[in-house]
């Protein structure tokens, strides 16, 4: 999804090497290499707030700290391993939590510097180390002296009288370490690792043959009118694809979204739209050398006989054990309550679709190709809506100070921009968050603009998880976007959705900031993932109340506020196709369910009868696709959302239900209830997701409000 947080996907590794405090830098018995003090990764930071060098740190120092940092890490385990003293809290638990402070230092800045703005250098040096990094981090979660040490604290747990958050950390780690398969022996841990290494080669090649295939398709146009009322840039992009595929002329498109979906909604050539829509329906389904039925057949497998070894009845069950939901059956209640609302919607929709088509005079059968392009048509004729219309309202400064203004109105929170603090790029902004009483709570950095070194999307990181083990450290964290540059002429401005993006970010953000637990690993984002999304699509809730707008969208030139006509008539026109949106979502999430609740192996499955049947037995209707078939869908073959895609819409129960409550008290700023609020957001991982949203509101989380919100009731 667009909208998509990096909290690494390496959680584990952040739960096994839990570090950062000041204090264990005096106190550590293993210190750095005498050649590598003048590592600017390495050394003391003296920084204001302690932020990251950023202006000293080459991207030629990211490897041999790397290095270093894992060196120091195996020593800090193996003082643990081999320690004659008998296993207690302190010198097992909280040791191993707080191990590895550099090799975590090294992990934040590096993945966030990586992905916002890379070059040659680190780009193979993420290659270089990814492997590693893997390796490092099995070698000691299949430790098993280390798990013995682990297993003697957790079995006198409740004598032990840990406060609440030891506990929760206690058991989280026992429970990691023995989902990692640290319990089993001989033969069995043998095939365990096999397991992983053939799976991890398979999602390798599910990727790679995907890419493939994606790149393998072009749909060269040599007619103008076939391009419809595409906008000037995509057609300039279009013409730039078809030179690069060495065309003299014409415009070329491809599988990848952005080219894609416009084209689907704008050219009128409906054999051109099919031909491009039957391309993307089928990568991965070929039956040539890229196909990836079997692949996926087997990653399937595979994760059954792994999820059998470690006690589990299916892969679902194995990784849901983690989740808010807990168990499958949870998630398709879920699922199986809106389901009838949204197919219904479709198919609604899609009978204006096909009035629309007759009423143009077209001949023939609807089909799935003709969905996007109708509804355009429906969109432009029911409520006369151009997206371009509303960025005036939203250039980006003003967004930004929105979303400034709603954490002071919620929360208390103001911003002191730091100008003189290390950037790794020009274009970022640094802000100081304050308390209400002018207290420091943390250091945000926020990198705006779209530029060739940052990946795409839009995403939050920590530079700096919050932990209070020997002293309180403070967060870092940061906010990435692909937000238009300015232009000599204009400034950034934004889409509705842009905006949207900032404030969702923003809501991630402060789920760092509010942090305020004991241990690292248990802090701000570390939750799972059916959680994580929640506090970000709340804040899109507030940004476009009225209210709130009148804060910040005003026109960049006159300084009117946005019309509500305006608003009103962006709503209408975005909430037709909200059926097809939701459907077509939770197919694909079914879809992931399906094959991780398969109780057996079982190496005749036919992917696509397999498809064919499920989505018979949903009643779908025969031209919306599941969002990814399951020959292209990655987030569950190369990916980490095996049984986990359903989340979003999970998170988005939580939002509604949340923003509801808000509404009920009459005052979307109650202040009674934002308190509350931040302090569940400030609980992190230390409490599980459903206890934490129970405290916060009183009760389990409803259905009803996410029902009215998408229009369903
Ligand atoms: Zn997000």
């Not at 043959?209 to 072009?218: G, R, S």
């Not at 065309?247 to 894609?260: N, V």
């Not at 949870?330 to 699922?335: A, G, L, P, Q, S």
């Not at 957001?681 to 934490?692: A, C, P």
Request: glycine share 6%.
């Amino acid at each position: 999804m667009k909208k998509t947080v990096v909290i690494l996907s390496i959680s584990i590794f952040l739960f096994l090497s839990c570090k950062e405090n000041k204090n264990a830098d005096k106190k550590s018995t293993t210190t750095i290499d005498s050649t590598m003090n003048t590592n600017p990764l390495l050394v003391q930071w003296d920084s204001p707030f302690g932020v990251p060098p950023f202006d000293k740190i080459k991207s030629e120092d990211y490897l041999p700290a790397f290095n270093e940092a894992v060196r120091l890490h195996k020593k800090e385990i193996a003082i643990i391993v081999n320690s004659k003293d008998k296993a207690t809290f302190k010198n097992t638990i909280e040791a191993l939590a707080t191990s590895g402070k550099m090799l975590n230092r090294f992990t934040n800045v590096f993945f966030a510097v990586s992905a916002a703005n890379t070059d040659d250098v680190l780009k193979e040096t993420r290659k270089s180390i990814s492997p590693e990094l893997t390796a490092h981090f099995d070698e000691i979660s299949l430790n098993t002296k280390l798990f013995n040490r682990i297993k003697a604290v957790y079995k006198q747990k409740k004598t032990l009288g840990l406060s609440a958050e030891e506990m929760r950390l206690l058991t989280e780690m026992y429970k990691e370490y023995v989902r990692a398969g640290v319990n089993l022996e001989g033969k069995d841990k043998e095939r365990l690792k096999a397991i992983n290494k053939r799976v991890s080669e398979l999602s390798t090649t599910f990727g790679d043959n995907l890419l493939e295939e994606t790149n393998a398709f072009e749909l060269h146009i040599t007619d103008k009118k076939d391009l419809g009322n595409l906008s000037a840039s995509l057609i300039a992009g279009a013409a730039e694809e078809a030179k690069k595929r060495g065309h003299d002329i014409g415009w070329s498109f491809t599988l990848q979204r952005p080219s894609i979906n416009p084209f689907l909604q704008s050219s009128p050539n409906r054999d051109f739209r099919e031909k491009l829509f039957q391309g993307y329906a089928l990568r991965g389904d070929n039956n040539n050398e890229n196909d990836n039925k079997a692949v996926l057949l087997e990653i399937a497998n595979l994760r059954i006989e792994k999820a059998k070894m470690l006690g589990f009845d299916t892969h679902a069950d194995y990784i849901l054990s983690d989740a808010m939901a807990e168990k499958p059956k949870v998630v398709y209640d879920f699922m199986d309550k809106l389901w009838p609302f949204a197919l219904n919607m479709a198919k609604s929709e899609r009978k204006a679709l096909v009035d629309m088509m007759k009423k143009g005079g077209v001949e023939g059968e609807f089909r799935g190709s003709d969905w996007r392009y109708y509804v355009a048509k429906v969109r432009e004729e029911r409520y006369n809506f151009n997206e371009d219309e509303t960025r005036p309202y939203f250039e980006f400064t003003a967004v930004r100070e929105g979303v400034f203004m709603l954490s002071k109105k919620l929360f208390g929170l103001t911003f002191k921009e730091l100008k003189d603090v290390p950037k790794w790029h020009e274009d970022q902004q640094v802000f100081e968050v304050l308390e209400a009483d002018g207290k420091h709570l943390g250091v945000i950095y926020m990198d705006f603009f779209t530029r060739e070194s940052k990946r795409g999307g839009a995403w939050m990181n920590a530079l700096r998880q919050q932990s209070n083990v020997d002293e309180f450290v403070t967060p870092i964290v940061t906010n990435n976007f692909n937000f238009p540059p300015p232009t000599k002429e204009t400034p950034s401005l934004l889409s509705f959705s842009e905006a949207q993006t900032l404030f969702h970010e923003f809501g991630h953000a402060l789920h760092g900031l509010f942090s305020n637990v004991k241990y690292r690993s248990l802090a701000g984002t570390n939750v799972p993932r059916d959680f994580v999304e929640f506090p970000s699509q709340v804040m899109e809730n507030w940004m476009s109340e009225p209210e709130v707008l009148a804060l910040y969208a005003k026109h960049y030139q006159t300084g009117e506020v946005i019309p509500k006509a305006m608003i009103d008539k962006m709503n209408r026109a975005n909430s037709f196709n909200e059926g097809f949106r939701t459907v077509e979502y939770m197919a694909a999430a079914y879809l992931d369910m399906n094959w991780h609740t398969l109780k057996a192996p079982d190496a005749e499955i036919n992917v696509r009868e397999f498809e064919k049947d499920f989505l018979k037995k949903m009643g779908l209707i025969d031209e919306i696709l599941p969002r990814y078939r399951s020959t292209y869908f990655s987030h569950i073959f190369s990916g980490g959302y095996s049984s986990g895609y359903y989340s979003y819409l999970w998170s988005e129960v939580l939002d509604a239900d949340t923003f509801s409550e808000f509404k009920k008290t009459g005052n979307i700023f109650d202040p009674e209830l934002s308190k509350k609020y931040r302090k569940m957001l400030s609980s992190g991982g230390s409490k599980s997701g459903m206890e934490l949203y129970k405290e916060f509101i009183g009760r389990s989380p409803e259905i009803t409000p996410l029902l009215k919100k998408k229009g369903f009731e």
